[in-house]
């Protein structure tokens, strides 16, 4: 099992450009997440999803946007990046809620210039 | 929203010597969750505590959650260097849908 792999592993944009960062799990885990990670500042809920055509907002929405169309897939989108979206972002999926193990994704590091 | 606390922010220790870190909400928690990050890694699972007083070993760790469930900690005895990390408590939050991180605590193991 690849487990949950998100892509790109680095990215830098321009102030303004838009970007989506991929998410993808194979385990057939309903609930899926994303998260930011900041110096000092421990791991940040952004988005979350319980299933399929559900998502809902986490502590730092604000400047990102999500979809869940299928079980496997949670992307996170850039809409106009911002030199305070610099950060790293981790993707994460567990099977029954955020109240059972979560596997993480190897993460993102983005930076906006 | 829920706050889970976690303390120290560093904590740097001889290689052989003993690291805890406490992590305290101020309301009860259902579960605790503990996670490991090493150095430019993701988080890992560690373990999850449920029952108040719990206690769980694995090898030099114990994890600890209180009796009134609103404090938990983690103990390893003897550092080694491949404890570098930073450990990361995490319990429930927003009607159970969401899960709160405290701010982790950054180990440094001195050879």
């Known amino acids: 099992n690849a487990g949950v792999t998100q892509t790109p592993k680095f990215q830098v944009l321009k102030t303004g450009q838009s970007m989506t960062l991929q998410c993808a799990q194979d385990m057939n885990h309903e609930y899926m997440s994303w998260y930011r990670q900041d110096p000092g500042m421990g791991l940040r809920l952004i988005h979350y999803s319980v299933g399929a055509g559900i998502t809902d907002q986490g502590e730092v929405p604000n400047g990102y946007n999500v979809s869940r169309s299928t079980t496997e897939d949670f992307p996170l989108r850039l809409l106009s990046a911002a030199p305070s979206q610099t950060s790293v972002y981790f993707c994460?999926?567990?099977?029954?809620?955020?109240?059972?193990?979560?596997?993480f994704g190897q993460g993102t590091r983005l930076t906006v210039v | 929203g829920q706050q889970v606390m976690q303390i120290p922010q560093y904590q740097h220790v001889q290689e052989g010597e003993d690291f805890t870190t406490y992590c305290n909400s101020s309301?009860?928690?259902?579960?605790i969750q503990w996670y490991k990050q090493r150095p430019g890694g993701h988080p890992v699972f560690l373990i999850q505590?449920?029952?108040?007083?719990e206690v769980k070993k694995q090898k030099r760790l114990t994890f600890q959650f209180g009796e009134a469930k609103k404090n938990s900690s983690l103990h390893i005895t003897a550092t080694q260097t491949t404890d570098v990390g930073t450990y990361f408590c995490a319990g429930p939050s927003g009607g159970y849908q969401k899960v709160t991180f405290g701010i982790g605590t950054k180990l440094q193991v001195i050879p």
């Open positions: 994460a999926s567990s099977y029954l809620g955020p109240n059972t193990e979560a596997f």
């Open positions: 505590l449920v029952k108040s007083g």
């Open positions: 309301t009860t928690l259902s579960n």
